[in-house]
């Protein structure tokens, strides 16, 4: 009864004409698999940094935007990166950043621009070993990956256009998976190790290596993993992990459109 009221209650701020959209949320707490973690909270400046104990902080190359209203995430008060023109995040080339067996990279996505190629997250410059990239290829959400034993990918569903959607990419050595909001749409089966072969390329959020096929939109709560997370993990929730923000013209999901509740 009292989840039922707290949607009502949820429903009724969302739509009354005077007030602007938000939401309560949850942030990603680091965890012993979390290799880098960005809450994207700054507001100012060009770093951005690494909720996790490894330290791998960003630099924002172009215009730094955060979304221009604050909201709560757990309580706390957060924000989401917007990339605007020609913005990337530069991590770098760290190899800690590929794990031998396992990955997740997840984030939270916003899309103003679904056509050709717009990366979400990758450590890719060209197809040798231990490269990745999360993104869209016309609005088909995908996630790459390039092992001992070749590249393939897992993807087929496409994103929604000005709407918040959680989009995850796992690899187990067995099997590559793409969740989107929790859900498992695509799985495709692919084997070998995933050490890097030559990564001289830099991990970067909203873009290849070589700056190309940059995203458009609000990003949030990225993060990477060295193990390949299951649903339980990744399913966002009123109860978990999760990051979004209402925009004042829109209400996109509506946390999933309270399917949870």
């Known amino acids: 009864m009292l989840r039922y009221l707290s949607a009502v209650a949820i429903l009724h701020l969302a739509f009354g004409a005077a007030l602007s959209y938000g939401a309560q949320g949850f942030e990603y707490a680091p965890d012993n698999h979390t ?3 960005w809450h994207m909270n700054e507001g100012s400046g060009d770093i951005i940094g690494d909720a996790s104990p490894n330290g791998f902080d960003g630099l924002v190359e172009g215009t730094a935007n955060w979304g221009e209203e604050e909201w709560k995430k757990g309580g706390d008060t957060g924000k989401s990166f917007d990339f605007v023109g020609v913005t990337v ?21 916003y899309p103003r621009d ?6 979400i997250c990758c450590h890719w410059g060209s197809a040798v070993v231990g490269s990745w990239h999360m993104g869209v290829e016309n609005g088909i959400a995908k996630f790459h990956i390039n092992t001992g034993d070749g590249t393939a990918f897992a993807g087929t569903q496409q994103l929604e256009l000005e709407e918040w ?11 590559i998976k793409l969740y989107i909001d929790g859900q498992e749409v695509a799985s495709t089966n692919h084997g070998g190790d995933f050490a890097p072969g030559d990564p001289d390329f830099d991990v970067i959020i909203g873009s290849k290596a070589s700056r190309e096929f940059i995203w458009s939109g609000f990003m949030d709560e990225v993060r990477i993993s060295s193990v390949a997370r299951g649903p339980a993990e990744l399913s966002p929730n009123l109860e978990g992990p ?18 949870e509740l």
Request: hydrophobic share 45%.
């Open 35 to 37: 290799l880098a973690l």
């Open 242 to 259: 999760q990051a979004v923000e209402f925009g004042a013209q829109a209400l996109p999901t509506l946390w999933g459109k309270l399917r």
């Open 114 to 119: 679904l056509g050709g190629w717009k990366l």
């Open 89 to 109: 995040i530069n991590v770098g080339p760290e190899d800690k950043l590929i794990t031998p067996d396992a990955i997740t990279v997840e984030a939270w996505v």
């Open 165 to 175: 959607q959680h989009v995850a990419g796992t690899y187990d050595t067995n099997t």
